[in-house]
């Protein structure tokens, strides 16, 4: 795990917080660091700046800084954050926001594999309007360790079906076509 780093001197640049509030749709200025989003996240031992933290960073326009942070990577997008919130920022939305303009701007990820796991997240999502967790997970596999990676996987693969854990085919969902409506949006 790399950490941060954070300028000795810090000058405030507004124009790059509006720049994420206007990407992530949430009032960042709001925040007012009551810790509540990093005490409840359960992956902050991962993590190079928590979350409270980054916020303060792109309060501060820091946004250089925070897109090259492990910490968008690291977050399990599991909402702990934003449902603590005592000012109802979406902070699980404001990391996917990050994640999107740190892949824009073509940053190089330490946390290598988060954008390969990202992204096959993101195709099972579209292609189905739900994960289907065996066909993201061999999607993963491939991309990131190829066939061989994909070979050592199949032993866990395979004993998580035959206990019924995972299923073969993805299940239909009533709403996929507009998922694939909110995808098409996104990408215009």
């Not at 992956?43 to 700046?49: E, L, P």
């Not at 409270?52 to 909402?79: F, K, N, Y």
Request: glycine share 6%.
């Amino acid at each position: 795990m790399t950490v941060a780093k954070i300028p000795e001197k810090i000058s405030p640049r507004p124009s790059l917080r509006r720049k994420i509030e206007d990407l992530s749709g949430q009032k960042i200025a709001a925040c007012f660091q009551c810790e509540k989003c990093t005490n409840g996240c359960p992956v902050t031992f991962a993590m190079d700046v928590v979350p409270h933290r980054l916020m303060r960073m792109l309060q501060l326009g820091l946004l250089d800084e925070a897109i090259r942070s492990d910490t968008i990577w690291v977050c399990a997008s599991c909402e702990t954050c934003t449902t603590r919130c005592p000012n109802d920022i979406d902070i699980a939305h404001v990391m996917d926001a990050l994640r999107q303009l740190s892949q824009r701007e073509g940053i190089k990820v330490v946390q290598k594999n988060a954008p390969t796991f990202h992204a096959a997240f993101l195709a099972s999502l579209r292609r189905h309007g739900r994960v289907h967790e065996p066909e993201m997970a061999v999607e993963y596999m491939l991309r990131s360790g190829g066939l061989s990676g994909l070979r050592k996987q199949a032993g866990t693969g395979m004993a998580m079906f035959k206990r019924g854990k995972i299923k073969l085919l993805p299940p239909r969902v009533r709403a996929g076509r507009q998922v694939k409506n909110i995808f098409k949006k996104v990408k215009r």
